[in-house]
Every structure is written in C-alpha cells, then in structure tokens.
C-alpha cells in the first residue's frame, strides 16, 4: 500500500506541476495485451526457455500535456498485469507467475497535422516506471523463482489514430509495444543459478480523452 501510495503521489506531481496543466487532456485507457517474456540462462544450472503467452490488461488514466503544436508529453496512471512463464524441459517442468504493477509512463507523443477531418495519427515513445503491487504463482508449487524484483522498466513504442467526436472528447486506438529493461527476478529457487527474465507486452489500446 505504501508503494501504492508513493507512485500516485509522484504521477499527481508531475501533472499538477507542469506549466502546461491548463492545456492537458485526461483520459481513461484500457489496453487488451499479450504478455510474454525473454530468458537467459547463461548462468544457470538448468536449461530454461520462456514458455507461452498470456492474455493480460492494462487500463487506468492517462495525461497528454501540451508542450507545443502537435507535441505533447504524455503520461498516466496504469494498473499492469504481466505473465512470467519458464519451461525446463529437461526435467519435464513448466511454470507460470502472475505479476501486477502500477505503472507511470514518461513519453513523448508526436502528432501529424489532420489525415482526414478531425483525424489525427500519433507516435509515442519513452519509457515507463512500474512498481510490483502483487505477484502470485499460476501454477501449483511453482518453486524455479521464490521472489520477484519491486520495480519493472520498460521502452514504451506505440501508434494510432486519434478522432475528435466533440468539441472536448476525443476517442483513439492503436498498438504499443513495451519491452522490458529490467531482469524481475530478485531470487531464484535453490540450485538453479542466476537466471534473467525480462518481460514484454504488445497491446491493443483504446481510450477516451475529455
């Protein structure tokens, strides 16, 4: 909860400081994502390799500030949730873990003049904070990883379209890939080794701005 409460409290900073907070635009978004992960075992003592895809969501609020025409620093407020799946093949031995974070974009976000009546395409890119709120194991007894890390950092890529349907509303979808930078292992069961997973997520977003 004190983590929790930390993040909120330096996203609300960051917005209510900018000089520009009589030109940002709010907004909810909800991100329908497959999450999935990267290995490397190098230094471990079994052979691991990352094992499926898991349906995940991200949603929460989101902030364009303006910076000047046609670019905005964007931020927000995520709940996140990650799938960390691993695969021993030798041993016949496969696990899953659910991990949730709250996340604070940092990013900047380009759009182009209008393609069409009130229609504009935009590219974001930067990168992301994201604190462990929660984690639990998928699979029963799951024993390869005891604890995960309490941060997570991502790049953040994203592009889509963006249509005005009101003189303050403005709905927009697109796609965005975030790429882990951060191993979120923090302590590997007994006898494995040390193993680094980082974790991605490609998302469908859609959202609403007012």
């Given at each position: 909860?004190?983590?929790?409460?930390?993040?909120?409290?330096?996203?609300?900073?960051?917005?209510?400081?900018?000089?520009?907070?009589?030109?940002?635009?709010?907004?909810l978004?909800?991100?329908?994502?497959?999450?999935?992960?990267?290995?490397?075992?190098?230094?471990?003592?079994?052979?691991?390799?990352?094992?499926?895809?898991?349906?995940?969501?991200?949603?929460?609020?989101?902030?364009?500030?303006?910076?000047?025409?046609?670019?905005?620093?964007?931020t927000?407020?995520?709940?996140?949730?990650?799938?960390?799946?691993?695969?021993?093949?030798?041993?016949?031995?496969?696990e899953?873990?659910r991990?949730?974070?709250?996340?604070?974009?940092?990013?900047?976000?380009?759009?182009?003049?209008?393609?069409?009546?009130?229609?504009?395409?935009?590219?974001?890119?930067?990168?992301?904070?994201?604190?462990?709120?929660?984690?639990?194991n998928?699979?029963?007894?799951?024993?390869?990883?005891?604890?995960?890390?309490?941060?997570?950092?991502?790049?953040?890529?994203?592009?889509?379209?963006e249509?005005?349907?009101?003189?303050?509303?403005?709905?927009?979808?697109?796609?965005?890939?975030?790429?882990?930078?951060v191993?979120?292992?923090?302590?590997?069961?007994?006898?494995?080794?040390?193993?680094?997973?980082?974790?991605?997520?490609?998302?469908?977003?859609?959202?609403?701005?007012?």
């Open positions: 909860m004190k983590r929790k409460n930390t993040i909120l409290l330096v996203f609300l900073l960051v917005v209510t400081t900018s000089p520009a907070w009589s030109q940002v635009e709010l907004g978004q909800f991100s329908p994502s497959l999450s999935f992960n990267r290995i490397n075992d190098d230094d471990a003592t079994v052979g691991l390799s990352s094992n499926g895809v898991g349906l995940r969501m991200v949603g929460g609020l989101m902030g364009d500030i303006y910076l000047q025409e046609n670019y905005y620093f964007s927000g407020l995520f709940f996140v949730s990650k799938r960390v799946g691993i695969e021993d093949a030798a041993n016949n031995v496969d899953a873990y991990l949730h974070y709250l996340q604070i974009p940092a990013t900047l976000k380009l759009f182009t003049n209008e393609v069409a009546l009130d229609m504009r395409i935009y590219f974001q890119v930067g990168l992301t904070l994201d604190v462990n709120i929660m984690e639990d998928i699979t029963e007894d799951a024993t390869y990883i005891q604890n995960f890390r309490n941060f997570d950092s991502s790049v953040l890529l994203a592009s889509g379209l249509y005005r349907i009101g003189y303050s509303t403005t709905v927009y979808g697109g796609l965005s890939y975030r790429r882990g930078l191993n979120v292992v923090k302590d590997p069961g007994a006898n494995i080794g040390e193993v680094i997973i980082k974790n991605d997520l490609l998302s469908l977003d859609l959202g609403v701005k007012f």
